[in-house]
């Protein structure tokens, strides 16, 4: 029997659907032992209809009796206030039945599948492959990158629903919502000259493509299990345990029976696809890349990491590049993310400064401090539909969290609609400021963390294997040649978003840090740094190896999100117009800013620093003796 409270009355809804059903359904046919039954010939029916029992003087009489009645029972119980309202007497107020939310509202609803066992669970009666697979004949291999007269960009997100208008309700019809979630959008074609190179991602003319250095993040996921502001979970649980005392209207109404829909870490099914559909796209452009494998009977080996999310971004995007069945078709390399584990793709785990606090959290003194800023007006204008719990500003940005999460995760969200667009761009901004200073070139292990993975792009241009792992490099794994192969015409690597962050500016890509540290106080007109361009989920870099008859000796540009970075800050790195630096220039520039880094210091030396802009880097590099 389901009992819900809500307010100060219990509801047994089982019970209400009884009765219901006894008001609805047909009485039944067998009569009650005491009931008495009219005859049923047709004369007796027909006198029992006929003959009125009761005339008006009767009716009226019993109406008025039963006004008194209640009257007379209604002052033996609460006296003349019963008939007076407070306004009039000054006597106390009346009451107000209020309604507050559920008691489940804000908890956690989960729909686990596949169930665990079961009961008609016959695997040797659904064999995946029965043969007489039919004619098998293969094709020539794309190649969009070299061949198409334009490049096919990655723009929406075709699966997901942006809310009809936001809370001004004069949306911009070029306002695109999914681009202002920081590190939680779906990743995007940036566009021609959004980093400051015009020119595109296709084949530079008189150029031809001949290797390809892949590096994508994992796909859209659930909220990660620990957040130091924020924290999706952690809201709706005080929701939950307050669900008692508080009651939404307007347009934050549904929060009334709203339930907490989130799984913690794993891929969502969106976040599958796109990896998946990032494996086609990557075929269609680069597939004849594989001819190389042919020739040297060789199979490509990718890698990835054991994380869930990690792994299974891996195998969607193998799906979508290989077709399935993918087995023999290449070699999955999974390294291990945990303490101890020497790993490329997870280079925190061998950095303990990087887990330390509060380097961990240290952009939090930036978001907080801008929160109140952007959010003051949403904090007031929704906690005034919300009466009974005190919604702080952490709170409302938990909210437009939620609204990026929810979105990607079950392809909608009714949060999405409770804030402006001016308050999408400061959320957008309070992402980009978490990770300036905890991922990227405001964070005091961001160069060291990002120096590793940079240290095997070197081995592998170099076709040389890594004479001294000084960093997160695994020698078990980078001293096979099996394992981590020096010689392939692609790779393909799959890491996280504060990895990529990593690696750019350990690249020393100085034009995403051209403006300076980020203030906490307010947006900049100029902003090369946006988190929503550079690590969204399933952001991804293509290190193009290319060989040209109008420049001398090969060539590498770096392309994140279709769009050129400029590498002019990468010492030996002309101003090239398609954004292309020789590689021996660009290999001699790496070396020489890995040399000039303490791995020792930055990640092992327990030294401290202020809090907000006392100290700020632009290097990702740690202070030395501050």
């Given at each position: 029997m389901a009992d819900v409270e809500r307010g100060q009355q219990t509801y047994d809804y089982d019970h209400d659907d009884n009765l219901e059903q006894e008001a609805l359904l047909p009485s039944p046919s067998k009569a009650e032992p005491d009931t008495v039954v009219p005859p049923s010939s047709a004369k007796s029916s027909g006198a029992f209809c006929s003959r009125p029992r009761f005339n008006l003087l009767h009716v009226s009489s019993a109406f008025v009796a039963?006004?008194?009645?209640?009257?007379?029972?209604?002052?033996?119980?609460?006296?003349?206030?019963?008939?007076?309202?407070?306004?009039?007497?000054?006597?106390?107020?009346?009451?107000?039945?209020?309604?507050?939310?559920?008691?489940?509202?804000?908890?956690?609803?989960?729909?686990?599948?596949?169930?665990?066992s079961p009961t008609n669970a016959f695997?040797?009666?659904f064999p995946t492959d029965v043969g007489y697979p039919g004619g098998t004949p293969t094709g020539a291999e794309a190649a969009v990158i070299a061949t198409a007269p334009s490049y096919p960009l990655h723009t929406g997100a075709a699966q997901l629903v942006a809310p009809a208008s936001l809370g001004d309700k004069n949306s911009k019809s070029n306002f695109d919502l999914f681009k202002k979630w920081g590190n939680l959008s779906p990743w995007y074609s940036v566009g021609r000259g959004a980093f400051g190179v015009d020119s595109g991602p296709e084949t530079p003319e008189t150029c031809r493509i001949t290797g390809l250095h892949f590096l994508h993040r994992h796909g859209a996921r659930y909220p990660t299990a620990w957040a130091s502001y924020g924290g999706p979970a952690d809201f709706a649980g005080r929701l939950n345990k307050a669900a008692k005392d508080w009651t939404a209207t307007g347009d934050?109404?549904?929060?009334?029976?709203?339930?907490?829909k989130l799984g913690e870490e794993v891929l969502t099914p969106f976040g599958r696809q796109q990896l998946y559909d990032l494996g086609i796209s990557m075929r269609l452009k680069y597939g004849f890349l594989l001819n190389n494998f042919t020739e040297t009977n060789a199979l490509p080996v990718f890698r990835t990491e054991s994380q869930d999310r990690m792994l299974n971004s891996a195998m969607n995007f193998a799906i979508g590049f290989f077709g399935y069945p993918f087995q023999e078709q290449y070699q999955q390399s999974i390294t291990i993310e945990a303490s101890g584990f020497n790993n490329t793709l997870a280079p925190y785990e061998t950095c303990p400064n990087a887990r330390r606090m509060p380097f961990r959290a240290r952009a939090d003194w930036y978001v907080e401090r801008w929160a109140e800023i952007y959010l003051k007006d949403a904090n007031a204008r929704i906690q005034a539909q919300i009466s009974g719990y005190n919604l702080t500003i952490e709170d409302t940005y938990v909210m437009q969290q939620m609204c990026a999460y929810e979105t990607v995760a079950l392809g909608y969200s009714k949060f999405c609609e409770l804030f402006t667009e001016e308050e999408w761009d400061g959320f957008d901004y309070a992402l980009d400021l978490a990770f300036w200073y905890g991922s990227a070139f405001g964070a005091p292990t961001a160069h060291a963390q990002g120096a590793g993975w940079i240290q095997e792009l070197i081995a592998r241009l170099e076709h040389k294997p890594i004479a001294e792992h000084r960093f997160s490099t695994n020698a078990t794994l980078n001293d096979n040649?099996?394992?981590?192969?020096?010689?392939?015409?692609?790779?393909?690597?799959?890491?996280?978003?504060?990895?990529?962050?990593?690696?750019?500016?350990?690249?020393n890509l100085t034009s995403f840090a051209s403006e300076g540290p980020?203030?906490?106080?307010?947006?900049?007109?100029?902003?090369?740094?946006?988190?929503?361009?550079?690590?969204?989920?399933?952001?991804?870099?293509?290190?193009?190896?290319?060989?040209?008859?109008?420049?001398?000796g090969q060539q590498i540009r770096i392309i994140i999100?279709?769009?050129?970075?400029?590498?002019?800050?990468?010492?030996?790195?002309?101003?090239?117009?398609?954004?292309?630096?020789?590689?021996?220039?660009?290999?001699?520039?790496?070396?020489?800013?890995?040399?000039?880094?303490?791995?020792?210091?930055?990640?092992?030396?327990?030294?401290?620093?202020?809090?907000?802009?006392?100290?700020?880097?632009?290097?990702?590099?740690?202070?030395?003796?501050?």
């Amino acid at each position: 029997m389901a009992d819900v409270e809500r307010g100060q009355q219990t509801y047994d809804y089982d019970h209400d659907d009884n009765l219901e059903q006894e008001a609805l359904l047909p009485s039944p046919s067998k009569a009650e032992p005491d009931t008495v039954v009219p005859p049923s010939s047709a004369k007796s029916s027909g006198a029992f209809c006929s003959r009125p029992r009761f005339n008006l003087l009767h009716v009226s009489s019993a109406f008025v009796a039963g006004i008194l009645g209640c009257a007379l029972a209604q002052y033996a119980i609460c006296g003349p206030n019963c008939f007076s309202s407070s306004n009039a007497t000054g006597g106390p107020p009346s009451r107000v039945i209020e309604v507050y939310a559920p008691p489940y509202a804000g908890s956690t609803e989960v729909h686990p599948f596949p169930p665990t066992s079961p009961t008609n669970a016959f695997p040797s009666l659904f064999p995946t492959d029965v043969g007489y697979p039919g004619g098998t004949p293969t094709g020539a291999e794309a190649a969009v990158i070299a061949t198409a007269p334009s490049y096919p960009l990655h723009t929406g997100a075709a699966q997901l629903v942006a809310p009809a208008s936001l809370g001004d309700k004069n949306s911009k019809s070029n306002f695109d919502l999914f681009k202002k979630w920081g590190n939680l959008s779906p990743w995007y074609s940036v566009g021609r000259g959004a980093f400051g190179v015009d020119s595109g991602p296709e084949t530079p003319e008189t150029c031809r493509i001949t290797g390809l250095h892949f590096l994508h993040r994992h796909g859209a996921r659930y909220p990660t299990a620990w957040a130091s502001y924020g924290g999706p979970a952690d809201f709706a649980g005080r929701l939950n345990k307050a669900a008692k005392d508080w009651t939404a209207t307007g347009d934050l109404e549904f929060l009334n029976e709203w339930t907490y829909k989130l799984g913690e870490e794993v891929l969502t099914p969106f976040g599958r696809q796109q990896l998946y559909d990032l494996g086609i796209s990557m075929r269609l452009k680069y597939g004849f890349l594989l001819n190389n494998f042919t020739e040297t009977n060789a199979l490509p080996v990718f890698r990835t990491e054991s994380q869930d999310r990690m792994l299974n971004s891996a195998m969607n995007f193998a799906i979508g590049f290989f077709g399935y069945p993918f087995q023999e078709q290449y070699q999955q390399s999974i390294t291990i993310e945990a303490s101890g584990f020497n790993n490329t793709l997870a280079p925190y785990e061998t950095c303990p400064n990087a887990r330390r606090m509060p380097f961990r959290a240290r952009a939090d003194w930036y978001v907080e401090r801008w929160a109140e800023i952007y959010l003051k007006d949403a904090n007031a204008r929704i906690q005034a539909q919300i009466s009974g719990y005190n919604l702080t500003i952490e709170d409302t940005y938990v909210m437009q969290q939620m609204c990026a999460y929810e979105t990607v995760a079950l392809g909608y969200s009714k949060f999405c609609e409770l804030f402006t667009e001016e308050e999408w761009d400061g959320f957008d901004y309070a992402l980009d400021l978490a990770f300036w200073y905890g991922s990227a070139f405001g964070a005091p292990t961001a160069h060291a963390q990002g120096a590793g993975w940079i240290q095997e792009l070197i081995a592998r241009l170099e076709h040389k294997p890594i004479a001294e792992h000084r960093f997160s490099t695994n020698a078990t794994l980078n001293d096979n040649p099996i394992t981590f192969p020096l010689n392939q015409s692609l790779y393909v690597d799959a890491t996280h978003e504060v990895v990529v962050l990593n690696i750019i500016t350990a690249l020393n890509l100085t034009s995403f840090a051209s403006e300076g540290p980020l203030p906490y106080t307010h947006i900049p007109e100029k902003r090369p740094f946006k988190v929503s361009e550079l690590a969204p989920f399933a952001t991804n870099l293509q290190f193009q190896i290319l060989e040209c008859t109008s420049t001398p000796g090969q060539q590498i540009r770096i392309i994140i999100n279709d769009g050129v970075a400029p590498l002019t800050g990468i010492e030996g790195c002309p101003e090239q117009k398609d954004g292309m630096c020789p590689v021996d220039a660009f290999v001699k520039s790496q070396k020489k800013l890995m040399e000039n880094l303490d791995w020792e210091y930055d990640c092992y030396t327990e030294f401290d620093i202020p809090d907000g802009p006392g100290w700020e880097t632009t290097t990702g590099d740690s202070p030395k003796g501050f």
